[in-house]
Nanobody
Framework: QVQLVESGGGLVQPGGSLRLSCAAS????????MGWYRQAPGKQRERVAT???????NYEDSVKGRLTISSNGDKNTWDLQMNNLKPEDTAVYYC??????????WGQGTPVTVSS
């Protein structure tokens, strides 16, 4: 089992920044893929950014150049730096981990609200 806990969400004005962190514990040795997803009210959950154990990253088109995913390399922490936030970034953000065998684990989510 893997437990994921997000932190860092909150209220920010348009153009502002937030940094989300995900702390993983438990059986983390076989994690090979980590990411951040979000779900806005009335919408489906969507992938925001991912990073693999080799450091390769991938981003949803609307966040490229504004959001950056990073990992400490030990599979127990990965962050999402969010700059130049827009109202459409408002959502609950979830961290995700994938273990060998494609088993997915999710955090409880942290809300991000971008509003003036």
């Amino acid at each position: 089992q893997v437990q994921l806990v997000e932190s860092g969400g909150g209220l920010v004005q348009p153009g502002g920044s937030l940094r989300l962190s995900c702390a993983a514990s438990g059986s983390i040795s076989s994690i090979y893929f980590m990411g951040w997803y979000r779900q806005a009210p009335g919408k489906q959950r969507e992938r925001v950014a991912t990073i693999n154990i080799g450091g390769g990253t991938n981003y949803e088109d609307s966040v490229k150049g504004r959001l950056t995913i990073s990992s400490n390399g030990d599979k127990n922490t990965w962050d999402l730096q969010m700059n130049n936030l827009k109202p459409e970034d408002t959502a609950v953000y979830y961290c995700n981990a994938v273990k060998i065998g494609n088993r997915n684990y999710w955090g409880q989510g942290t809300p991000v609200t971008v509003s003036s």
